[in-house]
Each structure stands twice: as C-alpha cells, then as structure tokens.
C-alpha cells in the first residue's frame, strides 16, 4: 500500500524520495510538510491540535501509525516501569504489574482515559523512584545473557583472526627447508649447528603454539562456565503451595447397595409380598426378589 501525506496529499507512488514523518502524537506528516509548517520550530498538529516541535519528528517505519505512537510511548515509559521480578514479593504480583503496564500503553495508544492514566504514572514514579533509579543501573538475567553472548562471539571473532593470522606468519615446512638449505649455502657454519638452532627455534614455536592452545582451552571453559550461572531468566519463585492431585469422587452410580442378609432389619421386605409355601420349598426368599428389584433400580446408573 502506497503512503501519503495527509496534508499535500502526495504519495508515495508519485514519489519515491518522499519520507514520512510522525510524532508522539502519531499524525504523519511528510518531510516536506514538517520543513514548511514548522519553519518556526513549535507550531500545532494539523489533525489534532496538539503542540509539536520539530525537533521531536522521527521517520515513519511502519506503515501503521498506531504501532509507530505505541512503539514510542512503550520506550518511554520502560524507563519508568523498570521493575524486575525480585523487586516484587510474589510471583503473581510482579504478573499483575506488567497487565497494568500493558493496560497503561493501551489507554494512552488509543486515547482511553488519559488524564487519569498519566495521573497514575505520575504517582507510580513518585513512589517508586528509589527502585527505578537503581534499576536504571542495574541489568537484569536476560541483559545479563545478551551481554554474555555479545562476549562470546567478539572473542570467537578475535581467536579466528588471531588463527589466520598466525597462518599467515608462521611459514610452511618447505619454506622452511628452503630457508636451511639457503643458510648452509651462504655460511661456513657447520651443518649441525644449524639444524640444531633450527630445531630449537622449531620447539619454541610448538611450545609456544601449546601454550596458546591451553590458554583458550581455559578461557572457552571459564565463559561456559559464566554462560551456565548467567543464563537464567529470572529467579524461580513459589506463588503457593504446591499442586497435589486427587481424584475426584463423583457419586455417579447412587448409593450403595446393602447386603442381602441386612435387607430385613433395613425395612426393605416391608413392601414385599411373602412367597407361597411352595416357592419357599424351592429354596426362594424374599430377599432374592428385593435385591433383583435393587440392582434393576440400578441398571442405567452402573452403565
């Protein structure tokens, strides 16, 4: 989508050497606008009235204003709300005060009850400006692990042109033998004393070469080290006692059954009808037919 001037209503598409600029405000306007408006250095917005000064343009980045205004005031008030987590006594405390400071940028950004949200800023500063201004010179873990990598890769920078550069001055094997050979030629010196000079001087520069590999070695071990207690992303706290689950239990199936010898001093056989003489001498009771009549009551609940 092709960007244009509110004002002389130029766009982008006409133009591709027109910027745009925006302020806190978060009206844009074009270079060419700003020169010619704020010629003077203070004059209002042309949208909402708002006093501006030039010096307070910066070129549009996105093509949303609304993110560019959020962008700004979230900067801005990062330097008031800089509280870190230990700053705060619990874990759902310090949650509750970065929903705020979302909340804040929201009021603001869209223009929700601003007197009384800067009022509250206001407040918010006052009372903490112990804490704000000792965070100002304090970095927190993720800071800390940013700056930690940073010194990693300069190092891992430095010790790839150290290693190139030692490539390139320490000559090779054949330059070598030629240089002897070309010794041997040019000095009455005998033969052994100037290989053993040589093999000397190649034993200092193995020794040497050992000796910077250890240090290395030692300095790679020592920031894995630093890397390992740094590389935390705040403090784990406690926001209460711990989870431990139970299962629950859901009296889905009803009441449970009585034993069938119980039914009697229960009152179940009350309603019963008494079986003949008959049946009794077949071995049936009662209490066969009242607990079939009880399991049937069941029948849907057990499935």
């Keep these: 989508m092709s960007r244009q001037c509110p004002k002389c209503l130029t766009k982008e598409y006409n133009n591709r050497n027109m910027v745009m600029m925006i302020n ?21 917005c042309h949208q909402c009235g708002k006093t501006l000064k030039k010096n307070t343009f910066w070129e549009q980045m996105f093509d949303d204003p609304m993110i560019e205004k959020e962008n700004f005031i979230r900067k801005k008030l990062k330097k ?6 230990d700053d705060f006594p619990s874990l759902r405390e310090f949650n509750d005060y970065l929903e705020r400071f979302e ?39 993720d800071d800390l692990w940013i700056k930690e990598m940073l010194e990693e890769e300069s190092m891992r920078v430095k010790r790839l042109q150290d290693e190139a550069m030692l490539e390139n001055t320490v000559p090779s094997n054949e330059s070598k033998a030629k240089q002897i050979i070309n010794e041997l030629r040019q000095t009455d010196l005998p033969a052994e004393v100037i290989l053993d000079r040589q093999r000397k001087l190649q ?24 890397m390992q207690e740094t590389a935390s992303f705040g403090p784990l706290r406690t926001a209460g006692a711990p989870y431990v689950h139970r299962v629950p239990e859901l ?41 079939r009549a009880l399991i049937d009551s069941r029948q849907d609940l057990c499935t």
């Design 103 to 141: 909340t804040i940028i929201f009021n603001l950004t869209n223009g929700i009850d601003v007197a009384e949200t800067e009022l509250e800023v206001k407040e918010f500063q006052i009372r903490n400006a112990e804490l704000i201004e000792r965070n100002r010179k304090r970095l927190d873990a």
């Design 24 to 44: 806190e405000c978060g009206h844009p306007l074009c270079k060419n606008c700003v020169e010619t408006i704020f010629a003077r250095n203070v004059a209002p």
């Design 203 to 226: 034993i200092e520069a193995e020794l040497a070469e050992k000796e910077a590999a250890k240090k290395k070695k030692e300095a790679k071990i020592v920031q894995q080290r630093r």
């Design 251 to 291: 009296p889905l199936n009803g009441p449970k059954l009585p034993r069938i010898e119980d039914l009697a001093n229960l009152g179940y056989l009350s309603h019963i009808r008494m079986p003949s003489v008959g049946r009794v001498a077949g071995g049936y009771v009662a209490e066969i037919g009242c607990m």
């Design 80 to 85: 008031i709300y800089n509280l870190k987590e």
